[in-house]
């Protein structure tokens, strides 16, 4: 049995004033299309598109660090320009990167939106799932607060025994199990077996993803969209917004959570899905 306590700000007597996060995944570009109007094959569709750094632990981290943390990411990247480019952005954003570069191809994510706010997203992850055991920042791991694991990290090795080592090293560990239908792909038990390998005190999960794992016993976070999510302190409703792209929201809300609680979750959220991708804004001046 996992082990059970939501995650909450450590006492102050027992760590530095500044909330350590550090998470572990992908760091990719994210190409974000917005369409004007449907898509017409063999035509140009006007639409709006922006080209930014993303992976779900690269968003977290980012988030992380806008609400006041000190966020570090673990991962795997690429020397090509879109590395160069998703590395200087997530930089830019407070996050120190740490991992192993690969003279390669780094990922990209491309998402597209349609009339109904609904995302397709093709996705090419290059060189980020070369990142291993022997890649680790092991140091960043014993002094963290918390990891925050990708669940994209455990549908593939060598990423998931890195996953499992960071795991191993840190004081406390939380998962986004990230999609249902890669754990469908890859098995759900071989995903769960996984899971519970790291031994995480929260998962985060869409209600699709939670269905896909049944049996795994921790305490959870249910991202239920535009009705807000489940926390183990009770279920919340979304604030009332305009909604301009989804993407990265459930990343905005974990480390909502992480820093400052349910409210924080929402809120950070709510931010995420008025502004068009994953990042959040950056601090004026």
């Known amino acids: 049995m996992?082990?059970?306590?939501?995650?909450?700000?450590?006492?102050?007597?027992?760590?530095?004033?500044?909330?350590?996060?550090?998470?572990?995944?992908d760091l990719i570009?994210?190409?974000?299309?917005?369409?004007?109007?449907?898509?017409?094959?063999?035509?140009?569709?006007?639409?709006?598109?922006?080209?930014a750094a993303g992976g779900q632990a690269a968003n977290v981290a980012a988030w992380a660090s806008a609400l006041g943390a000190h966020s570090r990411l673990i991962c795997a990247r690429g020397t090509d320009g879109g590395?160069?480019?998703?590395?200087?952005?997530?930089?830019?954003?407070?996050?120190?990167?740490?991992?192993?570069v690969v003279d390669g191809r780094g990922g990209v994510v491309v998402s597209v939106r349609n009339a109904h706010g609904e995302r397709t997203m093709a996705s090419d992850r290059g060189v980020a799932t070369m990142l291993g055991p022997s890649d680790l920042e092991r140091p960043?791991?014993?002094?963290?607060?918390?990891l925050h694991v990708s669940g994209y990290c455990l549908l593939r090795q060598p990423m998931a025994d890195a996953a499992i080592e960071a795991a191993r090293l840190a004081r406390r560990v939380t998962v986004d199990l990230a999609s249902a239908h890669d754990i469908e792909l890859l098995g759900p038990r071989t995903f769960a077996a996984r899971v519970e390998a790291l031994r995480p005190e929260l998962a985060f999960a869409t209600e699709a993803e939670r269905a896909a794992v049944p049996d795994l016993?921790?305490?959870?976070?249910?991202?239920?969209?535009?009705?807000?999510?489940?926390?183990?302190?009770g279920e919340y409703p979304a604030p009332d917004v305009a909604v301009l792209d989804t993407t990265g929201a459930g990343d905005a809300l974990a480390a909502g959570y992480l820093v400052g609680g349910p409210q924080r979750a929402l809120e950070a959220a709510a931010e995420c899905v008025g502004m068009v991708g994953a990042m959040p804004r950056k601090p004026v001046g």
């Open 2 to 25: 996992m082990s059970g306590m939501p995650p909450e700000p450590v006492p102050s007597a027992t760590r530095p004033t500044t909330l350590s996060i550090c998470t572990l995944g």
């Open 217 to 233: 016993d921790t305490k959870w976070v249910i991202k239920l969209g535009a009705r807000g999510a489940r926390f183990p302190e």
């Open 140 to 146: 960043w791991l014993a002094a963290c607060d918390v």
């Open 29 to 51: 570009l994210d190409v974000v299309v917005l369409p004007h109007r449907p898509l017409v094959a063999d035509g140009d569709t006007p639409a709006a598109i922006r080209v």
């Open 83 to 100: 590395s160069t480019l998703a590395a200087a952005e997530l930089a830019s954003h407070g996050v120190e990167i740490g991992g192993l």
